[in-house]
């Protein structure tokens, strides 16, 4: 079982200071390290390779990949400059793991900053597989060729499907508890080298980003000046003029 | 010329609401484009549901997709892709919902076009029409351009409303058939897991805690402030719920609970658009946040930028002072 999940460095601060994974991409991690540990248990094999799109720099995931139990990490080092949508991270995943036969391809179910979720759908296109997203519960008896996976709907439905192998799942959060990366690992992981790719054609986006604008506002949004204690004070006044306290 | 087509959403209970908005989204786009509006509706072939769209003034396409039982995203894509090249509409319309996000992003690659997710606003330009998406937690919008043709728009759901329906001559309904014969995808039903709790129902007052929280022990601090208010509950953003910090009847927002509350607080929440879904019909909406440009400011009624402990603990001195 031949296991490619793709992983994101996102700004976790608003300020870009702190820098981690991206949190949809540790269920997805966690969730293909699951079923590797499922298939060693039945005696087969299993390996799960990650793969990430980013500036220099963004190798920081691939190392905290290693540490929670990754075999392989690839990095692909992409322009800081360059600001592509889905499409274009897809068609570069795509170009890079051509050739490579993965079994399952995992995604978490989008990237908090971009917010998008469309790279795992993008990329099972490109790569020609069967795709699920949103994805909450998985089932696969080790050795047979179909992946079982239950589907967040909205209203607390699920829309369950078996998937033929080779597919790519999104992994919704909530599916799992993604495990901290062991000591061990991690200092394993210091010995393990990770396959560096310089990123040459930029497939063409399918859309181009104009500007960046403020949101539109839904309510009046009074902003509370003064001290901690002046905000406390008038939210209490409010909310006794309103009859609530 | 070639039309907008929409996507019409639709479960075993028939048209989902979500439906009329990406219509009034395609109106605004047809009226920029001085394009026609189509409506398509895959799926069995449902007379009925297709003369609903159809009295609606709208062109509809009944699209059965034989050999297709329930949702299927491969069957989506093969017959969409197959009635799309022939009608080779400028724009797609499609919901931002678990449907439309499994299968509208594989479609456009597949027309050769491309797709823009959660789009909350169109702005006409002099190039033509511009999609505004969320992007850094909602704290921005971006406005894109699409590049590629045809454009499938994923709408967010909530972003577009529904104007009262004006007397419209009905329009025509095509039924057409096409057979789908992939195999990879088997579906296996509709299994429904969560009965939601009636506590966030009934509640006048909600205290909705998010991952501004830190840890798990301070929900004990949220409890003790929501205590300071009659008929209150904690809910929460989904984090906490995935985390398993607090049980999924408490969760808030698109995949939980819509609330619509005396008073909401947010606390520690950054207003993504999956959450602001839930709490838009609450009467008062107050929101605690360290960062002034956390995006739930924009939907607030009163933003208090803070940190939410020493902000808690003021308020419950002031609350002391004035029993
Ligand atoms: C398909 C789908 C469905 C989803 N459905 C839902 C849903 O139903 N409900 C939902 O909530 N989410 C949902 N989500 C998740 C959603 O996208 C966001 O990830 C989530 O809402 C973020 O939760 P949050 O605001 O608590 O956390 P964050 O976005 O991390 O925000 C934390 C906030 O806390 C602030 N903060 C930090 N420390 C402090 C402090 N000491 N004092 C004050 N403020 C502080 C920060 O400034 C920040 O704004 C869904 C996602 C997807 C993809």
Known sequence: MKILVCIKQVNETPDGHTQAMNRFDEYALEEALCIKERFKE??????????????????????????MGADNGCHLVSDPKQNGSSAVTAGLIAGAVKGCAYD???????????????????????????????VVATSLVPGA?????????????????????????????????????????????????????????????????????APLKSRSGRVLGGTVDDKAVALFDLLRERGIL | MRPIAVVVEHDAGGIIPVTHELLACARILADQTQSSI????????DPAMA???????????????????????EAYKGALFQLFTTLAPLYIIVGHTATGRDFAP????????????????????????LFSRPVLNGVKNALVRPDASPCIIMVQPGA?????????????????????????IQPLGIKTVTTQGEDLDQAAVIVAAGRGLGERENL???????????????????????????????????????????????CGISGSSQHLAGILGSELIVSVNSDPNAAIFNHSDLCIVADLFEFISAFERILQRHP
């Open chain 2, 160 to 184: 577009f409303r529904v104007q009262g329906t004006s007397f419209a001559c009905p329009a025509r309904v095509t039924a057409m058939d096409i057979r789908f014969t992939g195999g990879t």
């Open chain 2, 106 to 129: 594989g479609l456009g690659v597949r027309l050769g076009g491309g797709s823009i997710a959660g789009v909350n606003h169109i702005v006409s330009d002099q190039t033509g029409p």
């Open chain 1, 42 to 67: 039945a005696g087969l094999d299993g390996g799960v390779d990650v793969i990430t799109l980013g500036p220099e720099g963004a190798e920081t995931v691939v190392k905290r990949a290693f540490g």
């Open chain 2, 51 to 73: 003369k609903q769209i159809a009295d609606l003034g709208i062109e509809t396409v009944d699209l059965a997709i034989i050999g297709m039982d329930g949702y299927n995203s």
């Open chain 2, 38 to 45: 189509v409506a398509v509706i895959p799926g069995k072939g």
């Open chain 1, 145 to 213: 060729a179909v992946i079982e996976v239950e589907r967040e709907m909205e209203k607390g439905e699920r829309d369950c499907l078996a998937m033929t192998l080779p597919a790519l799942i999104t992994v919704q959060a909530g599916i799992n508890s993604p495990r901290y990366p062991s000591l061990s690992k991690v200092l394993k992981a210091a010995k393990k080298t990770i396959k560096t790719l310089a990123v040459e054609a930029v497939p063409a986006d399918t859309q181009t980003l104009v500007r960046l604008e």
């Open chain 1, 104 to 134: 399952l391809v995992v995604t978490g179910i989008m990237s908090q900053d971009r917010m998008e979720g469309q790279t795992g759908p993008i990329l099972a296109e490109l790569m020609g597989l069967a795709c699920a997203t949103g």
């Open chain 2, 220 to 266: 004990d601090i949220l409890e003790r402030f929501a205590a300071l208010f009659p008929n209150s509950v904690v809910g929460a953003s989904r984090p906490l719920v995935d985390d398993g910090w607090i049980e999924y009847r408490f969760q808030v927002g698109i995949t939980g609970a819509r609330v619509s509350p005396k008073l909401y607080i947010a």
